[in-house]
C-alpha cells in the first residue's frame, strides 16, 4: 500500500522558516519523481515544487528562490525547505506522487 505522510507544518511569521516533510512507502521511491502541491483557503491545487529521482528539481515561480526541495532515498523521505515566508504561503501542503497525496500538513503564515 502506498503512503505519503506529511509533517512539519505550523504557524510561522513572515520572513521565517519551515521545514516540511514527506515519509513515504509501499513504493520505489528512488526511482519516483515526487512533487509539492499546496492547496490555499478557498483556492484550488497549485503546483510547487518537482524533485526527479536523481535530485533534479523544479520550482513554480512564486516560491523559486525561496523553496528547497530535496529527498533522502535511504529514507525514502522528500523535503521541502521553505525559507523568507509570506503571508501567501499560507496553505495545506502535500506530497504527490502520480496524483496520490498523503493528508497534508497546513502552514499559516501571519504576524
Known amino acids: 500500500e502506498v503512503q505519503l505522510v506529511e509533517s512539519g507544518g505550523g504557524l510561522v511569521q513572515p520572513g521565517g522558516s519551515l521545514t516540511l516533510s514527506c515519509a513515504t512507502s509501499g513504493f520505489a521511491f528512488n526511482r519516483s519523481a515526487m512533487t509539492w502541491v499546496r492547496q490555499a483557503p478557498g483556492k484550488g491545487l497549485e503546483w510547487v515544487s518537482t524533485?526527479?529521482?536523481?535530485?533534479?528539481?523544479l520550482y513554480s515561480n512564486s516560491v523559486k528562490g525561496r523553496f528547497t526541495a530535496s529527498r533522502d532515498n535511504a529514507k525514502s523521505t522528500v523535503y521541502l525547505q521553505m525559507n523568507s515566508l509570506k503571508p501567501e504561503d499560507t496553505a495545506v501542503y502535500f506530497c504527490?506522487?502520480?496524483?496520490?497525496r498523503g493528508q497534508g500538513t497546513r502552514v499559516t503564515v501571519s504576524s
Open positions: 504527490d506522487r502520480s496524483g496520490l
Open positions: 524533485i526527479n529521482s536523481v535530485g533534479i528539481t
